[in-house]
């Protein structure tokens, strides 16, 4: 008998609202302040709120050493609506 497939986890968190979210995270180097480094984070995450990125933001700076300079934000829902277009003609061929 086969075995059922299992979906994806991250295939049902699109399904609840969840989209792709990436951060460039510009932070001051501990060594050099006067140099910036980038950082890039990416997770399924809800906009507008953010809080998974919130509580990584949240846990660096209590943790890291790296001042935060600025974070720029990109989200995107993967699973969207269809598109329709609607046609104005239509030719049958017999």
Known sequence: M????EVSPDFIRQL??????TA???YHLPDHPKVLQSYIWQAYDLA???P??????????????????SVRV????LIKPAEIAL???EFRLQ
């Open 2 to 5: 086969a075995k059922a497939r």
């Open 16 to 21: 609840a609202g969840y989209g792709l979210t």
């Open 24 to 26: 460039e995270i510009l």
């Open 48 to 50: 507008p709120l953010f």
């Open 52 to 69: 998974a990125l919130t509580a990584f933001l949240t846990f660096w700076r209590d943790t890291l050493d790296g001042a935060l300079h």
């Open 74 to 77: 990109g989200h995107s829902g």
């Open 87 to 89: 046609v104005g003609a």
